[in-house]
């Protein structure tokens, strides 16, 4: 088989199926995630996007097969290309910017193992490649493979995996502080992974996400996945990760994928932008920041920064910059440019002032620009507003111009809590009628509050009528007995003076009620349990409610050693009785030769249906004494085999 493989390998690259390395088309190094996608014959190739328009993941395909199947796919820097392996043939592949593949290798990897999740470590020498086994029908990863890409005969070692069981479909590598993460198929949840091999799975399990086939960093370390959502299998959603804790949050959706893998190149440099206030009035003050993250692992040197404000807006001052250069273009004008500044490695912020002259109101945009890149990262790059999905958009201002004398606004507040009256969208300075000058006010009883509102160019009055949101939410008892196999209706009683709750029931279980969004819903504990209830109105005003329930969980049979069958209607039947079973597995009767008179499988305990009426062939038995032997399912899963004795009288 080896051979075989070799052959394959020489017959690929004769027949010219991929170009050399100087025929290569290098990547640009800008934070893009590139997915390959596994169709019928290969994989396709492609860059995910965010539509401007709608804000839905777009699949820009770069190539639509690429005549080999790739998994296993990480970005290296120091060519711009991507490296990938096919998951069970083992060959080691490089691809370009066109699509172009370049087999490099048949590597020695372990026979049988599949290998799905990989990245490159960040200082671009080894593809670590997750390999996993199939189990029982279950695939779980023994393995880290380390692929030496700086030697040309991609030597591998092998270092096996120690804690927890995990399956993951991909792993990428913090560019802040090289952690490797990765995303467990087999417990839902976020891990890192040592280069030691040792897994960390401390992160609680993910309730949104089934499994993603592909996960990657941006340049200002942001972890992201794109997988499926809970009770599914098609991946079509994107997530935001915490890091720190391991919860994903929905982002948006996009195009439908099945065996995946993803890459990004996050060793380069971005700019975001954003500002303070994000709403402010003709004649205010606001802060624009201008975050620059250098992952490049290196200085970057002779970097120009260019940002024209719109029409009306003037810089005051630059109050904060960690990169120096020269200030071409600063206070007292309507463009920052600062040339010839050094960008260290890292995350910096700089800071400046601008005052909103009297300008019609309105949303102001604008962005800003870095020059003087390395063509590997782009040359240029323009700013990004992290506020939105839109990738490299530009930072908007909404401006308020006062075109009244007096404004009506009305505000709810929560019973036991306050509500803050902002107006600081209105003017600089402030005037209320308790007597406060600060922006906003908290209060917390009903009334009538207002505020005069100035600014260099207008003023106004702004009057809040402030009222009360109540709710209430009872239950019809805090505890209540029952015994186990049960099902019970959960009441709940809401009183409020808005016009629709939500209901959220807590299930320590997990799978004991049939709805968790509903007032009333059906329960069914195999043990003692405390279920919460938080109802919540259209304000955000929420209250509580809990109800414990006991669980009598004894199993108790109990058999007749006796009955009469002679069809008077009185103890004609045989059958078990008792609390706690959740199935009679099996129930044999047997005469005195041995021989079967009676035998049922998945019946009830209490159900004189299943039992035994003392006749055979529809003739009644002799008297006697006849032996039971019957297997008995627990709700808790267990079981238990029981048998006695009965006599039949006449």
Same mark, same amino acid.
């Given at each position: 088989?080896?051979?075989?493989?070799?052959?394959?390998? #020489?017959?690929?690259?004769?027949?010219?199926?991929?170009?050399?390395?100087?025929?290569?088309?290098?990547?640009? =190094?800008?934070?893009?995630?590139?997915?390959?996608?596994?169709?019928?014959?290969?994989?396709?190739?492609?860059?995910?996007?965010?539509?401007?328009?709608?804000?839905?993941?777009?699949?820009?395909?770069?190539?639509?097969?690429?005549?080999?199947?790739?998994?296993?796919?990480?970005?290296?820097?120091?060519?711009?290309?991507?490296?990938?392996?096919?998951?069970?043939?083992?060959?080691?592949?490089?691809?370009?910017?066109?699509?172009?593949?370049?087999?490099?290798?048949?590597?020695?990897?372990?026979?049988?193992?599949?290998?799905?999740?990989?990245?490159?470590?960040?200082?671009?020498?080894?593809?670590?490649?997750?390999?996993?086994?199939?189990?029982?029908?279950?695939?779980?990863?023994?393995?880290?493979?380390?692929?030496?890409?700086?030697?040309?005969?991609?030597?591998?070692?092998?270092? #096996?995996?120690?804690?927890?069981?995990?399956?993951?479909?991909?792993?990428?590598?913090?560019?802040?502080?090289?952690?490797? %993460?990765?995303?467990?198929?087999?417990?839902? &949840?976020?891990?890192?992974?040592?280069?030691?091999?040792?897994?960390?799975?401390?992160?609680?399990?993910?309730?949104?996400?089934?499994?993603?086939?592909?996960?990657?960093?941006?340049?200002?370390?942001?972890?992201?996945?794109?997988?499926?959502?809970?009770?599914?299998?098609?991946?079509?959603?994107?997530?935001?990760?915490?890091?720190?804790?391991?919860?994903?949050?929905?982002?948006?959706?996009?195009?439908?994928?099945?065996?995946?893998?993803?890459?990004?190149?996050?060793?380069?440099?971005?700019?975001?932008?954003?500002?303070?206030?994000?709403?402010?009035?003709?004649?205010?003050?606001?802060?624009?920041?201008?975050?620059?993250?250098?992952?490049?692992? &290196?200085?970057?040197?002779?970097?120009?920064?260019?940002?024209?404000?719109?029409?009306?807006?003037?810089?005051?001052?630059?109050?904060?910059?960690?990169?120096?250069?020269?200030?071409?273009?600063?206070?007292?004008?309507?463009?920052?440019?600062?040339?010839?500044?050094?960008?260290?490695?890292?995350?910096?912020?700089?800071?400046?002032?601008?005052?909103?002259?009297?300008?019609?109101?309105?949303?102001?945009?604008?962005?800003?620009?870095?020059?003087?890149?390395?063509?590997?990262?782009?040359? %240029?790059?323009?700013?990004?507003?992290?506020?939105?999905?839109?990738?490299?958009?530009?930072?908007?201002?909404?401006?308020?111009?006062?075109?009244?004398?007096?404004?009506?606004?009305?505000?709810?507040?929560?019973?036991?809590?306050?509500?803050?009256?902002?107006?600081?969208?209105?003017?600089?300075?402030?005037? @209320?009628?308790?007597?406060?000058?600060?922006?906003?006010?908290?209060?917390?009883?009903?009334?009538?509050?207002?505020?005069?509102?100035?600014?260099? =160019?207008?003023?106004?009055?702004?009057?809040?009528?402030?009222?009360?949101?109540?709710?209430?939410?009872?239950?019809?008892?805090?505890?209540?007995?029952?015994?186990?196999?049960?099902?019970?209706?959960?009441?709940?009683?809401?009183?409020?003076?808005?016009?629709?709750?939500?209901?959220? @029931?807590?299930?320590?279980?997990?799978?004991?009620?049939?709805?968790?969004?509903?007032?009333?819903?059906?329960?069914?504990?195999?043990?003692?349990?405390?279920?919460?209830?938080?109802?919540?109105?259209?304000?955000?005003?929420?209250?509580?409610?809990?109800?414990?329930?006991?669980?009598?969980?004894?199993?108790?049979?109990?058999?007749?050693?006796?009955?009469?069958?002679?069809?008077?209607?009185?103890?004609?039947?045989?059958?078990?009785?008792?609390?706690?079973?959740?199935?009679?597995?099996?129930?044999?009767?047997?005469?005195?030769?041995?021989?079967?008179?009676?035998?049922?499988?998945?019946?009830? #305990?209490?159900?004189?249906?299943?039992?035994?009426?003392?006749?055979?062939?529809?003739?009644?038995?002799?008297?006697?004494?006849?032996? @039971?032997?019957?297997?008995?399912?627990?709700?808790?899963?267990?079981?238990?085999?029981?048998?006695?004795?009965?006599?039949?009288? &006449?």
């Amino acid at each position: 088989m080896k051979e075989m493989r070799t052959l394959l390998l #020489l017959v690929v690259v004769t027949l010219g199926w991929s170009a050399g390395l100087e025929a290569q088309v290098p990547f640009v =190094c800008d934070g893009r995630f590139y997915v390959t996608m596994v169709n019928f014959s290969g994989s396709r190739f492609v860059v995910v996007e965010i539509d401007p328009e709608t804000d839905l993941v777009d699949f820009n395909t770069i190539r639509t097969d690429l005549g080999v199947i790739i998994n296993g796919i990480g970005y290296r820097p120091e060519e711009n290309l991507i490296y990938g392996v096919h998951p069970s043939e083992h060959f080691l592949y490089q691809v370009d910017a066109e699509g172009t593949v370049t087999v490099l290798a048949d590597l020695p990897l372990t026979p049988g193992n599949f290998y799905l999740g990989a990245d490159i470590t960040p200082d671009g020498q080894y593809l670590m490649l997750v390999g996993s086994v199939d189990i029982e029908g279950i695939p779980l990863d023994e393995e880290l493979i380390r692929v030496d890409l700086s030697d040309p005969t991609y030597p591998v070692s092998r270092i #096996l995996l120690t804690g927890e069981p995990v399956n993951m479909l991909d792993i990428a590598f913090d560019p802040t502080n090289d952690v490797l %993460y990765g995303f467990d198929s087999f417990g839902d &949840r976020l891990v890192t992974v040592g280069l030691d091999g040792a897994v960390v799975t401390d992160f609680e399990p993910s309730t949104l996400l089934e499994n993603a086939g592909s996960v990657f960093f941006d340049i200002f370390g942001n972890l992201y996945a794109y997988g499926s959502p809970a009770g599914t299998t098609l991946q079509n959603t994107l997530y935001a990760v915490n890091k720190e804790t391991g919860e994903f949050r929905i982002l948006t959706t996009g195009e439908t994928a099945r065996a995946t893998d993803g890459c990004s190149c996050p060793h380069s440099v971005e700019i975001q932008k954003t500002v303070s206030p994000e709403v402010t009035i003709p004649c205010g003050f606001v802060e624009y920041t201008f975050a620059i993250a250098n992952q490049s692992r &290196r200085p970057q040197e002779g970097i120009d920064l260019q940002d024209l404000l719109p029409a009306g807006f003037t810089i005051t001052q630059i109050l904060r910059n960690p990169f120096g250069g020269t200030v071409q273009s600063g206070a007292g004008t309507g463009m920052l440019e600062i040339t010839d500044m050094t960008i260290p490695p890292g995350i910096d912020s700089l800071i400046i002032e601008v005052e909103v002259g009297d300008i019609p109101g309105g949303v102001y945009k604008n962005q800003a620009q870095l020059f003087g890149l390395p063509v590997g990262l782009g040359e %240029y790059r323009i700013s990004d507003d992290p506020r939105t999905l839109r990738q490299h958009d530009s930072t908007e201002l909404i401006v308020n111009r006062i075109d009244f004398d007096t404004l009506h606004l009305e505000a709810l507040y929560c019973v036991g809590e306050a509500v803050e009256l902002d107006a600081s969208a209105y003017g600089i300075s402030f005037a @209320w009628s308790t007597g406060s000058t600060a922006p906003s006010l908290l209060v917390d009883a009903v009334g009538t509050y207002s505020v005069m509102a100035q600014s260099p =160019c207008d003023t106004a009055l702004i009057v809040f009528e402030v009222s009360q949101s109540m709710i209430d939410v009872s239950v019809a008892a805090e505890r209540i007995n029952i015994l186990i196999g049960d099902t019970i209706s959960l009441f709940s009683d809401v009183t409020q003076s808005g016009s629709s709750v939500v209901y959220d @029931w807590d299930d320590p279980e997990s799978n004991s009620l049939d709805c968790d969004a509903c007032p009333m819903p059906l329960a069914f504990p195999l043990a003692d349990i405390t279920y919460s209830l938080q109802v919540t109105d259209e304000v955000g005003c929420t209250d509580l409610a809990s109800i414990s329930i006991n669980v009598d969980s004894e199993n108790r049979i109990f058999a007749p050693n006796v009955f009469s069958p002679n069809g008077d209607q009185v103890n004609d039947i045989f059958y078990l009785q008792g609390k706690g079973v959740m199935e009679i597995a099996t129930w044999s009767i047997f005469d005195r030769f041995g021989n079967t008179v009676h035998a049922v499988r998945g019946a009830s #305990l209490n159900d004189p249906l299943a039992g035994w009426n003392g006749m055979v062939r529809d003739r009644y038995v002799l008297p006697g004494v006849y032996v @039971w032997v019957a297997e008995l399912l627990f709700f808790d899963g267990t079981s238990t085999v029981v048998s006695g004795d009965v006599t039949v009288m &006449r």
